[in-house]
């Protein structure tokens, strides 16, 4: 008797049918990328470079290369030239000249426009980036470019230019200042009148400075306060030639940061010192601007922090004399220090 088949059981699939088809996406060429990595150029050349050599060279899986081979293997003459280029580029990471590093790059990149190029119409080319003429997708880019123009159209007069580093601190040279990239981003949301006072000290400091070398002297106190008098009268004469423009609008809305669990104390944990992230070292003399420090203090006219700062004196000292107070507590010093800071970031307080 013939076996009769379970209704309720579904239809058994054939062990001998094709598979199904699986329908793979063509990864897509991101030139969007490769513009934006050419956008830095403007600020870093060098790091400009880079950023596009990463992106020509990206090999996760959907990455530049990924696209770019893309049922589209590299013929033999190509494949001979993709070793070089990779070779140019262990030259340029491997030197630690600029001028070398750079050319380098740029070499290889003008390798990398020769195999690839072709593949897709209006392809950023080095050399347009190099003259300027390919247009920025990037919005934080745009406005950088927006907050270093307003600086630098502030200060012009006194020959003092902003421009942007890679690196982790802001450069103080012989008439220009290099603001950090995270620095200039978060500058994007501030009003641009804002940001050239409060970027004032600064460039005191530096005018200051160069004046002092220029005539054999060490930098004092008067000299950095006529520069400052200099400079905040340059900001004023900028913002009056500009009255119609929105200089109490900021350059673009900050973005709302994420907000971030605190991690639990561990036991045995040394307490952090509270107050804002300024670098100083014991040999930094404190320079005092005193009408900003006057207002400082003028909530708290009581507080010993300003009875033992004295201008000219070096962060060692003021250390000193914070444990050498009387009744000074256990962290009397740890306070004086996070006074100290605010000080600076308020432009009370210049270190030099």
Do not use: C
Not at 77 to 106: D, P, Q
Not at 212 to 223: C, Q, S
């Amino acid at each position: 008797m013939a076996r009769r088949r379970n209704p309720f059981v579904g239809q058994r699939a054939n062990p001998h049918a094709a598979p199904p088809v699986i329908n793979v996406a063509a990864p897509v060429v991101n030139l969007d990328g490769l513009k934006n990595a050419y956008g830095w150029m403007t600020f870093n050349k060098l790091a400009g470079l880079r950023l596009a050599i990463a992106w020509y060279t990206d090999s996760s899986p959907t990455g530049t290369q990924a696209a770019l081979l893309y049922r589209d293997s590299l013929s033999a003459e190509k494949a001979a030239k993709w070793e070089k280029v990779k070779k140019v580029i262990l030259h340029s990471e491997g030197t630690n000249l600029e001028v070398e590093a750079t050319s380098f790059a740029e070499r290889a990149i003008k390798l990398m426009e020769e195999i690839w190029s072709h593949k897709l119409p209006n392809w950023p080319m080095l050399a347009d980036a190099e003259n300027g003429n390919i247009t920025q997708n990037d919005p934080m880019i745009q406005n950088i470019q927006s907050v270093l123009a307003n600086l630098n159209a502030a200060y012009a007069a006194l020959g003092m230019k902003f421009n942007m580093t890679f690196d982790s601190a802001r450069q103080l040279l012989s008439g220009q200042i290099l603001l950090t990239q995270k620095e200039l981003m978060g500058l994007v949301a501030v009003a641009p009148l804002k940001v050239a006072l409060d970027l004032a000290p600064t460039v005191a400091q530096t005018l200051a400075s160069q004046a002092a070398a220029n005539l054999g002297v060490n930098m004092d106190f008067k000299l950095f306060m006529s520069k400052l008098n200099e400079t905040t009268e340059q900001v004023s004469a900028w913002a009056i030639g500009l009255a119609g423009a929105s200089l109490g609008k900021p350059v673009a809305k900050a973005a709302a940061p994420k907000a971030a669990k605190a991690a639990a104390a561990q036991p045995g944990a040394k307490r952090p010192v509270i107050g804002p992230k300024v670098a100083l070292t014991n040999r930094m003399t404190i320079l005092i601007n005193q009408p900003a420090f006057n207002a400082f203090f003028r909530s708290t006219p009581t507080n010993w922090v300003k009875g033992i700062m004295q201008n000219g004196m070096t962060v060692s000292q003021f250390r000193i004399d914070a444990k050498a107070r009387p009744n000074a507590g256990k962290y009397a010093e740890n306070y004086a220090i996070r006074i100290l800071k605010r000080l600076v970031v308020a432009g009370a307080v210049t270190l030099n």
